[in-house]
């Protein structure tokens, strides 16, 4: 009988150790469940069809073509008219959301970068005269700093590069 019990005592240890492998296996596709699911949560915080078609009747009311820059002139109407501040500051916050989401981590970096660097670097070009007032006349240098992070981020010269290769 004492002869089976080295056995009987591996045995155990064994099971111990790869319960603890299957343990670990599930921690890992559970955590990479999660951040897909929070990902899909995250995204679904883009603007409201309602608030894209109101940003952009604003901007063509303004004379403005989606790739030129906003002037004084125009930052002045925004600040001066309360419904077009809103209406551009809602739709510029959206795209912060994600920025910070992208830059804690929360959303896979690549899959941003395919999907939504167009739009925020659009945003942040575009917008540069807004946001500089804005943060000017709130004393305040971190408003809509996650956009800026990721621009300065995907506008490397050799940001793009990095994706391609994955291919």
Known sequence: MRAWIPIIQMSLGLLGLVSLVFMWLSLKRTAKFNKVST???????????????????ILREAGLQLQDPISKDIVKDLLDDVHKYVTVKNYINKYEHICAAINLGFIDEEYAYRVH????????????????????????????AEIEKRSMKWNEPDYAKRWRKKR
């Open 39 to 57: 990902q899909h949560a995250l995204l679904s915080d883009l603007p409201s069809p309602e608030l894209d078609e109101e940003f952009h009747r």
């Open 117 to 144: 660097s167009a739009r925020i670097l659009w945003i942040n070009s575009k917008f540069a005269a807004l946001i500089s007032k804005v943060r000017e006349l709130n004393e305040d240098n971190d408003i809509w």
